[in-house]
Protein backbone atom coordinates (compact mmCIF):
# COMPACT_ATOMS: atom_id res chain seq x y z
CA UNK A 1 0.00 0.00 0.00
CA UNK A 2 1.51 3.25 -1.23
CA UNK A 3 1.13 5.81 1.92
CA UNK A 4 -1.50 8.12 0.05
CA UNK A 5 -3.81 4.47 0.16
CA UNK A 6 -3.27 4.46 3.59
CA UNK A 7 -3.90 8.07 4.64
CA UNK A 8 -7.51 7.06 2.68
CA UNK A 9 -7.99 4.01 4.39
CA UNK A 10 -7.50 5.42 7.98
CA UNK A 11 -9.59 8.19 7.08
CA UNK A 12 -12.56 6.06 5.34
CA UNK A 13 -12.24 3.61 8.12
CA UNK A 14 -13.00 6.01 11.08
CA UNK A 15 -15.48 7.95 9.11
CA UNK A 16 -17.82 5.47 6.97
CA UNK A 17 -21.34 5.37 8.53
CA UNK A 18 -22.86 2.40 6.53
CA UNK A 19 -21.23 -1.21 6.79
CA UNK A 20 -17.65 -1.46 5.93
CA UNK A 21 -16.16 -4.14 3.54
CA UNK A 22 -14.97 -6.42 6.33
CA UNK A 23 -18.22 -6.57 7.68
CA UNK A 24 -17.26 -3.99 10.28
CA UNK A 25 -20.04 -1.13 11.34
CA UNK A 26 -19.38 1.90 10.07
CA UNK A 27 -17.65 4.05 12.53
CA UNK A 28 -19.06 7.05 12.00
CA UNK A 29 -16.15 9.73 13.01
CA UNK A 30 -16.05 13.30 11.68
CA UNK A 31 -12.82 13.87 9.54
CA UNK A 32 -11.26 17.19 10.98
CA UNK A 33 -7.83 18.84 9.42
CA UNK A 34 -4.83 19.22 10.87
CA UNK A 35 -4.21 22.13 12.74
CA UNK A 36 -1.17 24.14 12.05
CA UNK A 37 2.11 23.05 13.24
CA UNK A 38 2.00 26.57 15.34
CA UNK A 39 -0.19 26.10 18.03
CA UNK A 40 -2.92 28.85 19.58
CA UNK A 41 -2.19 26.64 22.85
CA UNK A 42 0.35 29.30 25.09
CA UNK A 43 1.38 25.91 27.13
CA UNK A 44 3.32 24.52 24.08
CA UNK A 45 5.65 25.59 21.23
CA UNK A 46 4.43 23.80 18.22
CA UNK A 47 1.95 20.78 18.06
CA UNK A 48 2.98 17.81 18.82
CA UNK A 49 0.09 15.86 18.75
CA UNK A 50 -3.33 15.14 17.44
CA UNK A 51 -5.36 15.55 20.04
CA UNK A 52 -3.49 19.23 21.01
CA UNK A 53 -6.23 20.92 18.80
CA UNK A 54 -9.21 19.03 21.20
CA UNK A 55 -7.96 19.90 24.51
CA UNK A 56 -11.01 21.82 25.02
CA UNK A 57 -13.61 19.18 23.86
CA UNK A 58 -11.76 16.92 26.68
CA UNK A 59 -12.43 19.02 29.48
CA UNK A 60 -16.15 20.01 28.30
CA UNK A 61 -15.04 23.77 27.39
CA UNK A 62 -16.08 22.63 23.89
CA UNK A 63 -18.84 20.68 22.97
CA UNK A 64 -18.30 18.41 19.92
CA UNK A 65 -21.35 17.46 19.02
CA UNK A 66 -22.42 21.10 18.46
CA UNK A 67 -19.08 21.49 16.16
CA UNK A 68 -18.88 17.90 14.34
CA UNK A 69 -22.34 16.29 14.67
CA UNK A 70 -20.62 13.66 16.84
CA UNK A 71 -18.88 12.83 19.96
CA UNK A 72 -15.90 11.54 17.91
CA UNK A 73 -13.05 12.67 15.29
CA UNK A 74 -10.43 11.31 13.29
CA UNK A 75 -7.34 13.35 11.70
CA UNK A 76 -4.31 13.38 10.15
CA UNK A 77 -2.02 16.03 11.67
CA UNK A 78 1.20 17.68 11.48
CA UNK A 79 3.62 16.98 14.23
CA UNK A 80 6.70 18.87 15.03
CA UNK A 81 8.88 16.84 18.23
CA UNK A 82 12.00 18.70 18.91
CA UNK A 83 12.78 15.83 21.53
CA UNK A 84 14.12 14.02 18.56
CA UNK A 85 16.03 16.53 16.72
CA UNK A 86 19.06 14.84 18.10
CA UNK A 87 18.28 11.32 16.96
CA UNK A 88 17.66 12.44 12.96
CA UNK A 89 19.72 10.49 11.31
CA UNK A 90 18.92 6.53 12.63
CA UNK A 91 16.59 4.17 11.46
CA UNK A 92 13.09 6.09 12.73
CA UNK A 93 13.10 9.51 14.05
CA UNK A 94 12.14 12.73 12.68
CA UNK A 95 11.07 16.05 13.59
CA UNK A 96 8.30 16.33 11.68
CA UNK A 97 5.93 13.48 10.92
CA UNK A 98 2.38 12.95 10.15
CA UNK A 99 0.15 11.13 13.05
CA UNK A 100 -3.17 9.43 12.21
CA UNK A 101 -5.60 9.43 15.33
CA UNK A 102 -9.12 9.55 15.97
CA UNK A 103 -10.51 10.81 18.98
CA UNK A 104 -13.70 10.19 20.92
CA UNK A 105 -14.63 13.05 23.25
CA UNK A 106 -17.25 11.56 26.24
CA UNK A 107 -18.66 8.70 23.41
CA UNK A 108 -16.80 5.69 23.29
CA UNK A 109 -13.94 4.73 25.68
CA UNK A 110 -11.61 1.18 25.90
CA UNK A 111 -13.31 -1.22 24.40
CA UNK A 112 -14.33 0.27 21.26
CA UNK A 113 -10.63 2.02 20.78
CA UNK A 114 -9.00 -1.72 20.84
CA UNK A 115 -11.01 -3.46 18.65
CA UNK A 116 -11.18 -1.14 16.10
CA UNK A 117 -8.01 -0.61 16.27
CA UNK A 118 -7.20 -4.15 16.08
CA UNK A 119 -9.89 -4.41 13.47
CA UNK A 120 -7.96 -1.73 11.37
CA UNK A 121 -4.66 -3.11 11.46
CA UNK A 122 -5.61 -7.25 10.26
CA UNK A 123 -8.20 -6.31 8.48
CA UNK A 124 -7.69 -3.08 6.54
CA UNK A 125 -4.32 -3.45 6.89
CA UNK A 126 -3.84 -7.07 6.68
CA UNK A 127 -1.44 -7.33 9.23
CA UNK A 128 -1.11 -10.72 10.50
CA UNK A 129 -2.46 -11.65 14.66
CA UNK A 130 1.38 -13.01 15.24
CA UNK A 131 3.28 -9.56 14.24
CA UNK A 132 1.54 -7.69 17.20
CA UNK A 133 2.45 -7.31 20.78
CA UNK A 134 0.58 -5.04 23.10
CA UNK A 135 1.46 -2.80 26.24
CA UNK A 136 -1.03 -2.10 29.12
CA UNK A 137 -0.62 0.15 32.15
CA UNK A 138 0.72 -1.52 35.37
CA UNK A 139 -0.33 1.09 37.66
CA UNK A 140 1.49 2.86 40.35
CA UNK A 141 0.89 3.48 43.63
CA UNK A 142 3.69 5.55 44.83
CA UNK A 143 3.11 8.09 42.75
CA UNK A 144 1.73 10.15 45.66
CA UNK A 145 -1.04 11.68 47.58
CA UNK A 146 -3.82 12.79 44.12
CA UNK A 147 -1.29 11.72 42.04
CA UNK A 148 -1.83 7.56 41.90
CA UNK A 149 -3.44 5.52 38.92
CA UNK A 150 -4.40 2.09 39.36
CA UNK A 151 -3.67 -0.83 36.60
CA UNK A 152 -5.55 -0.52 33.44
CA UNK A 153 -7.27 -4.34 34.26
CA UNK A 154 -9.84 -3.35 31.57
CA UNK A 155 -7.12 -2.81 28.54
CA UNK A 156 -5.71 -6.13 29.68
CA UNK A 157 -8.98 -7.86 29.77
CA UNK A 158 -10.15 -6.66 26.25
CA UNK A 159 -7.29 -7.87 24.71
CA UNK A 160 -6.87 -10.76 26.31
CA UNK A 161 -10.39 -12.27 26.33
CA UNK A 162 -12.21 -10.14 23.38
CA UNK A 163 -9.63 -9.66 21.02
CA UNK A 164 -7.85 -12.85 22.13
CA UNK A 165 -4.63 -12.12 22.53
CA UNK A 166 -2.02 -14.42 24.65
CA UNK A 167 -1.29 -13.15 28.10
CA UNK A 168 2.07 -13.31 26.78
CA UNK A 169 2.02 -10.86 24.22
CA UNK A 170 0.18 -8.29 26.84
CA UNK A 171 3.17 -6.15 28.81
CA UNK A 172 2.37 -4.48 31.83
CA UNK A 173 4.55 -0.82 32.01
CA UNK A 174 4.90 1.66 34.27
CA UNK A 175 4.35 5.56 34.10
CA UNK A 176 7.14 6.69 31.88
CA UNK A 177 5.90 4.22 29.14
CA UNK A 178 2.60 3.50 29.67
CA UNK A 179 0.73 7.02 30.92
CA UNK A 180 0.30 9.69 28.32
CA UNK A 181 0.40 13.14 28.76
CA UNK A 182 -0.22 16.07 29.28
CA UNK A 183 0.60 18.24 26.18
CA UNK A 184 2.50 21.57 27.85
CA UNK A 185 2.27 22.30 31.21
CA UNK A 186 -1.06 20.52 32.01
CA UNK A 187 -3.92 18.92 30.60
CA UNK A 188 -5.96 15.96 29.49
CA UNK A 189 -3.97 12.91 30.41
CA UNK A 190 -4.53 9.04 30.91
CA UNK A 191 -3.29 5.40 31.03
CA UNK A 192 -2.39 4.05 27.33
CA UNK A 193 -1.97 0.98 25.51
CA UNK A 194 0.50 0.82 23.01
CA UNK A 195 0.60 -1.65 20.01
CA UNK A 196 3.65 -2.88 18.17
CA UNK A 197 3.92 -4.82 15.06
CA UNK A 198 7.52 -6.89 14.89
CA UNK A 199 7.77 -4.90 17.96
CA UNK A 200 7.77 -1.27 16.94
CA UNK A 201 5.74 0.81 18.33
CA UNK A 202 2.96 2.40 15.98
CA UNK A 203 0.15 2.51 17.96
CA UNK A 204 -1.30 4.27 21.02
CA UNK A 205 -4.21 4.62 22.89
CA UNK A 206 -4.50 7.16 25.56
CA UNK A 207 -7.46 7.06 27.52
CA UNK A 208 -7.79 10.38 28.65
CA UNK A 209 -9.72 10.12 32.01
CA UNK A 210 -7.72 13.03 34.33
CA UNK A 211 -6.94 16.64 33.56
CA UNK A 212 -3.46 16.83 34.94
CA UNK A 213 -2.63 20.04 36.62
CA UNK A 214 0.93 21.99 36.71
CA UNK A 215 1.69 20.38 40.18
CA UNK A 216 1.20 17.18 38.64
CA UNK A 217 -2.14 16.22 40.83
CA UNK A 218 -5.02 14.87 38.60
CA UNK A 219 -8.43 15.11 38.80
CA UNK A 220 -11.01 12.68 36.72
CA UNK A 221 -12.57 14.51 33.59
CA UNK A 222 -16.65 14.84 33.93
CA UNK A 223 -16.70 12.43 30.81
CA UNK A 224 -13.24 10.15 29.25
CA UNK A 225 -11.99 10.59 26.23
CA UNK A 226 -10.41 8.90 23.82
CA UNK A 227 -6.83 9.75 21.81
CA UNK A 228 -5.06 7.84 19.76
CA UNK A 229 -1.83 8.63 17.47
CA UNK A 230 -0.14 6.66 14.83
CA UNK A 231 2.95 8.31 13.40
CA UNK A 232 2.34 7.87 9.33
CA UNK A 233 6.10 7.12 8.44
CA UNK A 234 6.62 4.55 10.83
CA UNK A 235 3.55 2.45 9.81
CA UNK A 236 4.15 3.04 6.23
CA UNK A 237 7.55 1.61 7.28
CA UNK A 238 5.91 -1.20 8.35
CA UNK A 239 3.52 -1.91 5.60
CA UNK A 240 6.20 -1.43 3.01
CA UNK A 241 8.94 -3.55 4.53
CA UNK A 242 11.35 -0.88 4.40
CA UNK A 243 14.28 -1.23 6.97
CA UNK A 244 14.08 2.64 7.70
CA UNK A 245 11.31 5.32 7.37
CA UNK A 246 13.66 7.41 4.70
CA UNK A 247 12.65 4.23 2.34
CA UNK A 248 9.02 4.54 2.37
CA UNK A 249 7.39 6.52 -0.39
CA UNK A 250 7.27 9.36 2.25
CA UNK A 251 11.20 10.25 2.27
CA UNK A 252 12.77 8.31 -0.35
CA UNK A 253 12.18 10.50 -3.04
CA UNK A 254 13.47 13.65 -0.85
CA UNK A 255 16.58 11.00 0.10
CA UNK A 256 17.66 10.13 -3.57
CA UNK A 257 17.33 13.83 -4.43
CA UNK A 258 19.40 14.99 -1.58
CA UNK A 259 22.22 12.24 -3.28
CA UNK A 260 21.58 13.42 -6.54
CA UNK A 261 22.51 16.94 -5.64
CA UNK A 262 24.87 16.11 -3.03
CA UNK A 263 26.75 12.84 -4.21
CA UNK A 264 28.37 11.07 -1.64
CA UNK A 265 26.90 12.67 1.09
CA UNK A 266 27.44 10.93 4.51
CA UNK A 267 24.03 8.85 5.15
CA UNK A 268 23.21 10.55 8.33
CA UNK A 269 23.88 13.57 6.57
CA UNK A 270 21.75 12.98 4.06
CA UNK A 271 19.02 11.88 6.34
CA UNK A 272 18.95 15.24 8.49
CA UNK A 273 18.62 17.13 5.36
CA UNK A 274 15.55 15.14 4.16
CA UNK A 275 13.75 15.09 7.90
CA UNK A 276 14.88 18.95 8.33
CA UNK A 277 13.67 19.73 5.09
CA UNK A 278 10.43 18.64 4.90
CA UNK A 279 10.50 20.21 8.42
CA UNK A 280 11.57 23.99 8.04
CA UNK A 281 8.95 23.71 4.78
CA UNK A 282 5.80 22.84 6.79
CA UNK A 283 6.73 25.57 9.80
CA UNK A 284 7.58 28.00 6.84
CA UNK A 285 4.41 27.32 5.43
CA UNK A 286 2.49 28.16 8.76
CA UNK A 287 3.75 30.98 8.76
CA UNK A 288 6.92 30.37 11.33
CA UNK A 289 9.81 33.02 10.86
CA UNK A 290 13.52 32.24 11.99
CA UNK A 291 14.40 33.85 15.08
CA UNK A 292 16.03 34.36 18.70
CA UNK A 293 13.28 32.71 20.68
CA UNK A 294 10.95 29.95 21.03
CA UNK A 295 9.32 28.51 18.07
CA UNK A 296 11.60 30.97 15.47
CA UNK A 297 14.66 29.58 17.47
CA UNK A 298 13.79 26.18 16.87
CA UNK A 299 13.55 26.78 12.57
CA UNK A 300 16.65 28.82 13.22
CA UNK A 301 18.22 26.04 14.36
CA UNK A 302 16.78 23.56 12.11
CA UNK A 303 17.99 25.91 8.78
CA UNK A 304 21.86 26.50 10.19
CA UNK A 305 22.04 22.62 10.71
CA UNK A 306 20.82 22.52 7.56
CA UNK A 307 23.52 25.89 6.07
CA UNK A 308 26.35 24.50 8.17
CA UNK A 309 26.64 21.02 6.60
CA UNK A 310 25.92 22.52 2.88
CA UNK A 311 29.02 24.48 3.69
CA UNK A 312 30.96 21.22 5.20
CA UNK A 313 29.89 19.69 2.38
CA UNK A 314 30.39 22.23 -0.31
CA UNK A 315 26.99 21.35 -1.80
CA UNK A 316 25.24 23.93 -3.99
CA UNK A 317 22.98 26.01 -2.14
CA UNK A 318 20.66 25.56 -4.81
CA UNK A 319 19.70 22.19 -2.58
CA UNK A 320 17.80 24.55 -0.93
CA UNK A 321 14.96 25.33 -3.28
CA UNK A 322 15.30 22.58 -5.56
CA UNK A 323 14.63 20.17 -2.13
CA UNK A 324 11.81 22.83 -1.16
CA UNK A 325 9.87 22.75 -4.33
CA UNK A 326 10.25 18.79 -4.33
CA UNK A 327 8.60 18.75 -1.10
CA UNK A 328 6.00 21.24 -1.77
CA UNK A 329 4.73 19.47 -5.05
CA UNK A 330 4.85 15.95 -2.98
CA UNK A 331 2.59 17.03 -0.11
CA UNK A 332 0.50 20.18 -2.01
CA UNK A 333 -2.09 17.52 -2.65
CA UNK A 334 -2.84 16.65 0.99
CA UNK A 335 -1.93 19.79 2.89
CA UNK A 336 -2.40 23.29 0.44
CA UNK A 337 -0.63 25.49 2.89
CA UNK A 338 2.47 24.20 1.64
CA UNK A 339 1.87 25.13 -2.35
CA UNK A 340 3.85 28.60 -2.14
CA UNK A 341 7.70 26.93 -2.53
CA UNK A 342 8.74 30.39 -3.78
CA UNK A 343 7.54 31.39 -0.70
CA UNK A 344 8.75 29.31 1.16
CA UNK A 345 12.13 29.40 0.14
CA UNK A 346 12.69 32.68 0.01
CA UNK A 347 12.50 32.48 3.77
CA UNK A 348 15.10 29.76 3.98
CA UNK A 349 17.15 31.61 1.53
CA UNK A 350 17.07 34.69 3.13
CA UNK A 351 18.56 33.04 6.47
CA UNK A 352 21.26 31.39 4.20
CA UNK A 353 21.54 34.61 2.48
CA UNK A 354 22.25 36.51 5.79
CA UNK A 355 24.45 34.58 7.76
CA UNK A 356 26.05 31.91 5.83
CA UNK A 357 29.35 34.22 5.60
CA UNK A 358 29.30 34.45 9.31
CA UNK A 359 28.72 30.73 9.05
CA UNK A 360 31.34 30.05 7.87
CA UNK A 361 34.04 31.48 8.65
CA UNK A 362 32.56 30.43 12.45
CA UNK A 363 33.07 26.48 10.79
CA UNK A 364 36.77 26.98 10.18
CA UNK A 365 37.46 28.82 13.40
CA UNK A 366 35.83 26.55 15.66
CA UNK A 367 38.80 24.56 15.93
CA UNK A 368 40.90 27.67 17.39
CA UNK A 369 38.03 29.06 18.93
CA UNK A 370 38.16 29.09 22.82
CA UNK A 371 34.62 28.28 24.63
CA UNK A 372 35.21 27.66 28.16
CA UNK A 373 31.61 28.95 29.46
CA UNK A 374 28.24 29.81 28.39
CA UNK A 375 29.39 33.51 27.65
CA UNK A 376 32.55 32.67 24.56
CA UNK A 377 29.51 29.82 23.54
CA UNK A 378 27.18 33.00 22.79
CA UNK A 379 29.39 34.67 21.36
CA UNK A 380 30.18 32.05 19.00
CA UNK A 381 26.37 32.59 18.76
CA UNK A 382 26.04 36.29 18.14
CA UNK A 383 29.38 36.70 16.21
CA UNK A 384 29.27 33.36 14.10
CA UNK A 385 25.30 32.41 14.13
CA UNK A 386 26.31 28.72 15.41
CA UNK A 387 23.70 28.04 17.28
CA UNK A 388 24.12 26.69 20.49
CA UNK A 389 23.37 22.85 19.66
CA UNK A 390 25.13 23.05 16.47
CA UNK A 391 27.94 24.21 18.58
CA UNK A 392 27.54 21.38 20.81
CA UNK A 393 27.32 18.68 17.50
CA UNK A 394 30.18 20.08 16.08
CA UNK A 395 32.70 20.72 18.62
CA UNK A 396 31.36 18.24 21.50
CA UNK A 397 34.56 18.21 23.34
CA UNK A 398 34.84 22.02 24.03
CA UNK A 399 31.00 22.46 24.62
CA UNK A 400 30.77 19.43 26.84
CA UNK A 401 30.88 21.41 30.09
CA UNK A 402 28.18 24.13 28.78
CA UNK A 403 24.57 24.15 29.81
CA UNK A 404 21.87 24.94 27.68
CA UNK A 405 20.18 27.21 30.79
CA UNK A 406 23.43 29.11 30.89
CA UNK A 407 23.56 29.95 27.32
CA UNK A 408 20.30 30.99 27.43
CA UNK A 409 20.78 33.02 30.53
CA UNK A 410 23.10 34.77 28.33
CA UNK A 411 21.00 35.67 25.75
CA UNK A 412 18.62 37.38 27.80
CA UNK A 413 21.31 39.09 29.72
CA UNK A 414 22.59 40.48 26.22
CA UNK A 415 18.64 41.15 25.55
CA UNK A 416 18.07 43.03 28.35
CA UNK A 417 21.53 45.20 27.26
CA UNK A 418 20.47 45.72 23.81
CA UNK A 419 17.12 46.99 25.42
CA UNK A 420 18.75 49.49 27.54
CA UNK A 421 20.61 51.33 24.80
CA UNK A 422 24.19 50.31 26.13
CA UNK A 423 25.05 48.97 22.63
CA UNK A 424 25.22 51.99 20.80
CA UNK A 425 28.45 51.26 19.89
CA UNK A 426 29.43 48.29 17.50
CA UNK A 427 32.70 46.18 18.77
CA UNK A 428 32.68 43.84 21.95
CA UNK A 429 30.82 40.94 20.49
CA UNK A 430 31.55 42.25 16.72
CA UNK A 431 29.37 42.70 13.21
CA UNK A 432 26.67 40.10 12.70
CA UNK A 433 26.05 41.61 9.67
CA UNK A 434 28.53 44.02 7.65
CA UNK A 435 28.16 44.58 4.12
CA UNK A 436 29.98 48.21 3.88
CA UNK A 437 26.56 49.44 3.55
CA UNK A 438 24.79 48.15 6.60
CA UNK A 439 25.76 47.43 9.71
CA UNK A 440 24.23 45.68 12.73
CA UNK A 441 25.55 44.20 15.92
CA UNK A 442 22.70 42.09 17.28
CA UNK A 443 20.01 40.12 15.74
CA UNK A 444 17.81 43.30 17.47
CA UNK A 445 19.95 46.05 15.48
CA UNK A 446 19.88 44.04 12.35
CA UNK A 447 15.48 44.16 12.15
CA UNK A 448 16.29 48.07 12.42
CA UNK A 449 19.06 48.01 9.32
CA UNK A 450 16.64 45.87 7.14
CA UNK A 451 13.70 48.19 7.49
CA UNK A 452 16.09 51.11 7.52
CA UNK A 453 17.37 50.31 4.12
CA UNK A 454 13.91 49.55 2.56
CA UNK A 455 13.16 52.69 3.59
CA UNK A 456 16.62 54.38 2.02
CA UNK A 457 15.49 53.03 -1.24
CA UNK A 458 11.99 54.57 -1.05
CA UNK A 459 13.58 57.44 -0.30
CA UNK A 460 16.07 57.36 -3.16
CA UNK A 461 13.16 57.07 -5.57
CA UNK A 462 11.16 59.68 -3.87
CA UNK A 463 13.99 62.26 -4.09
CA UNK A 464 14.54 61.76 -7.58
CA UNK A 465 10.47 62.45 -7.86
CA UNK A 466 10.76 65.28 -6.25
CA UNK A 467 13.83 66.77 -7.60
CA UNK A 468 14.01 65.22 -10.66
CA UNK A 469 16.78 62.77 -12.19
CA UNK A 470 19.75 64.89 -10.84
CA UNK A 471 19.19 63.32 -7.03
CA UNK A 472 21.47 60.29 -7.48
CA UNK A 473 23.25 57.97 -5.49
CA UNK A 474 26.35 59.26 -4.02
CA UNK A 475 27.21 57.32 -0.97
CA UNK A 476 24.79 55.41 1.85
CA UNK A 477 25.20 54.09 5.34
CA UNK A 478 22.88 52.28 7.43
CA UNK A 479 23.16 51.59 11.38
CA UNK A 480 20.40 50.49 13.71
CA UNK A 481 19.82 53.93 14.40
CA UNK A 482 20.12 55.90 10.88
CA UNK A 483 20.73 55.95 7.34
CA UNK A 484 23.00 57.97 5.79
CA UNK A 485 22.31 58.84 2.33
CA UNK A 486 24.10 61.19 0.05
CA UNK A 487 23.13 62.34 -3.34
CA UNK A 488 24.34 64.18 -6.11
CA UNK A 489 22.23 67.87 -5.98
CA UNK A 490 23.31 71.26 -6.56
CA UNK A 491 22.11 73.34 -4.08
CA UNK A 492 20.20 73.60 -0.48
CA UNK A 493 17.09 71.54 -0.30
CA UNK A 494 13.57 73.67 0.70
CA UNK A 495 12.16 73.03 3.82
CA UNK A 496 8.96 71.72 1.38
CA UNK A 497 10.93 69.93 -0.14
CA UNK A 498 11.91 68.09 2.47
CA UNK A 499 8.46 68.07 3.78
CA UNK A 500 7.31 66.54 0.33
CA UNK A 501 9.88 64.01 0.11
CA UNK A 502 9.21 62.61 3.59
CA UNK A 503 5.36 62.36 3.09
CA UNK A 504 6.16 60.32 0.00
CA UNK A 505 7.82 57.89 1.23
CA UNK A 506 5.66 57.99 3.74
CA UNK A 507 2.59 57.07 1.53
CA UNK A 508 4.74 54.60 -0.45
CA UNK A 509 5.50 52.50 2.79
CA UNK A 510 1.73 52.78 3.70
CA UNK A 511 0.50 51.15 0.52
CA UNK A 512 2.01 48.28 1.72
CA UNK A 513 4.67 47.31 -1.18
CA UNK A 514 5.73 44.02 -1.51
CA UNK A 515 9.39 43.99 -1.70
CA UNK A 516 11.21 41.11 -3.60
CA UNK A 517 14.03 40.45 -6.00
CA UNK A 518 14.80 39.37 -9.09
CA UNK A 519 18.48 37.73 -10.32
CA UNK A 520 19.21 38.88 -13.82
CA UNK A 521 22.57 39.50 -16.11
CA UNK A 522 23.44 42.94 -15.59
CA UNK A 523 22.56 44.35 -19.39
CA UNK A 524 19.16 43.23 -18.82
CA UNK A 525 18.67 44.72 -15.28
CA UNK A 526 20.11 48.12 -16.60
CA UNK A 527 17.07 48.00 -19.12
CA UNK A 528 14.57 47.65 -16.36
CA UNK A 529 15.65 50.99 -15.11
CA UNK A 530 16.74 49.82 -11.80
CA UNK A 531 18.93 52.38 -10.10
CA UNK A 532 22.40 51.93 -9.00
CA UNK A 533 25.43 53.18 -7.96
CA UNK A 534 27.18 54.79 -10.41
CA UNK A 535 30.51 54.36 -8.62
CA UNK A 536 30.13 50.73 -7.87
CA UNK A 537 31.66 47.79 -10.35
CA UNK A 538 28.49 45.21 -10.23
CA UNK A 539 29.52 41.61 -11.25
CA UNK A 540 28.38 40.33 -14.64
CA UNK A 541 24.16 38.83 -12.68
CA UNK A 542 22.86 41.43 -10.71
CA UNK A 543 20.02 40.96 -8.16
CA UNK A 544 17.33 43.85 -8.74
CA UNK A 545 15.42 44.34 -5.64
CA UNK A 546 11.92 45.83 -6.22
CA UNK A 547 9.13 47.47 -4.09
CA UNK A 548 5.79 47.03 -5.80
CA UNK A 549 2.25 46.98 -5.12
CA UNK A 550 0.54 43.31 -4.15
CA UNK A 551 1.42 40.73 -7.18
CA UNK A 552 2.57 42.79 -9.56
CA UNK A 553 6.10 42.76 -10.91
CA UNK A 554 9.22 44.74 -11.88
CA UNK A 555 8.20 46.88 -14.25
CA UNK A 556 5.40 48.19 -12.27
CA UNK A 557 7.87 48.62 -9.29
CA UNK A 558 7.62 52.00 -7.59
CA UNK A 559 10.87 51.58 -6.47
CA UNK A 560 13.77 49.03 -8.33
CA UNK A 561 17.87 49.16 -7.61
CA UNK A 562 20.65 46.99 -7.79
CA UNK A 563 20.83 45.57 -4.83
CA UNK A 564 21.98 42.53 -2.09
CA UNK A 565 19.79 42.87 0.42
CA UNK A 566 18.44 42.26 2.79
CA UNK A 567 14.87 44.13 2.88
CA UNK A 568 11.28 43.62 4.53
CA UNK A 569 8.92 41.70 2.79
CA UNK A 570 6.43 44.48 2.98
CA UNK A 571 6.80 48.13 3.22
CA UNK A 572 4.33 48.39 6.18
CA UNK A 573 7.09 46.72 8.43
CA UNK A 574 8.88 49.64 8.15
CA UNK A 575 6.83 51.77 10.06
CA UNK A 576 7.29 55.73 10.11
CA UNK A 577 10.13 57.15 8.42
CA UNK A 578 11.51 60.78 9.43
CA UNK A 579 14.15 62.84 8.10
CA UNK A 580 16.53 64.58 10.61
CA UNK A 581 18.72 66.49 8.81
CA UNK A 582 19.38 67.61 5.29
CA UNK A 583 22.91 69.56 4.42
CA UNK A 584 25.69 69.76 2.33
CA UNK A 585 28.63 67.16 2.27
CA UNK A 586 30.83 68.28 -0.33
CA UNK A 587 30.37 70.10 -4.26
CA UNK A 588 26.91 69.21 -5.21
CA UNK A 589 26.26 66.34 -3.13
CA UNK A 590 23.91 66.52 -0.08
CA UNK A 591 23.49 64.53 2.50
CA UNK A 592 20.18 63.24 4.50
CA UNK A 593 19.90 61.55 7.55
CA UNK A 594 16.46 59.40 8.03
CA UNK A 595 15.04 57.21 11.22
CA UNK A 596 12.06 55.29 11.43
CA UNK A 597 9.89 55.63 14.36
CA UNK A 598 9.49 54.43 17.43
N1 LIG B 1 -1.35 11.83 22.23
C1 LIG B 1 -0.82 10.51 22.00
C2 LIG B 1 0.48 10.55 21.25
O1 LIG B 1 0.83 11.57 20.74
C3 LIG B 1 -1.80 9.69 21.23
O2 LIG B 1 -2.27 10.38 20.15
O3 LIG B 1 1.14 9.56 21.17
Redesign the pocket.
Given at each position: MSSEEIRKSFLSFFSARGGSAFGGKGKGHMIVSSSSLIPDDPSVLLT????QQFKRYYTGELDAEKDFGTKNAVSIQK?FRTSDIDEVGDKTHLTFFE?L?NFSFGGYFKRESILWAYEYLTKILGISEDRLTVSVFSGDDSAGEGKTVLRDEESFNIWHKEVGLPKEKIRAMGRADNF??P?GSEGPCGP?TEIYVDGVEVW???FNEYYCHADKTLKKLTSAGV???MGLERLVSVMQGTDNVFETDLLHPIILKVYELAPGLEEKTARIFADHMRAVSFLISDGLKPGNKEANYILRRLLRRLIAYQIKNKINPAIFKEIITLISKKYSPFYKEIENYGKIAAVAEEERFLFSEAMEKGLKELESLVITGAQDSFRVYSTFGLPFELQKELAPEKTKNIKKEDFEKEFEKHQEISRAGAEKKFGGHGLILNTGELKAGSEEELQKVIRLHTATHLLHQALRDVLGNEAGQAGSDITAERTRFDFTFGRKLTPEEIKEVEDLVNKKIKEDLQVSFQEMPKTEAEKTGALHFFKLKYPEKVKVYFAAPSGKGINEAYSKEFCGGPHVNRSLEIGEFKIIKEEAVGAGVRRIRGIILP
Amino acid sequence: MSSEEIRKSFLSFFSARGGSAFGGKGKGHMIVSSSSLIPDDPSVLLTTAGMQQFKRYYTGELDAEKDFGTKNAVSIQKCFRTSDIDEVGDKTHLTFFEMLGNFSFGGYFKRESILWAYEYLTKILGISEDRLTVSVFSGDDSAGEGKTVLRDEESFNIWHKEVGLPKEKIRAMGRADNFWGPTGSEGPCGPNTEIYVDGVEVWNLVFNEYYCHADKTLKKLTSAGVDTGMGLERLVSVMQGTDNVFETDLLHPIILKVYELAPGLEEKTARIFADHMRAVSFLISDGLKPGNKEANYILRRLLRRLIAYQIKNKINPAIFKEIITLISKKYSPFYKEIENYGKIAAVAEEERFLFSEAMEKGLKELESLVITGAQDSFRVYSTFGLPFELQKELAPEKTKNIKKEDFEKEFEKHQEISRAGAEKKFGGHGLILNTGELKAGSEEELQKVIRLHTATHLLHQALRDVLGNEAGQAGSDITAERTRFDFTFGRKLTPEEIKEVEDLVNKKIKEDLQVSFQEMPKTEAEKTGALHFFKLKYPEKVKVYFAAPSGKGINEAYSKEFCGGPHVNRSLEIGEFKIIKEEAVGAGVRRIRGIILP
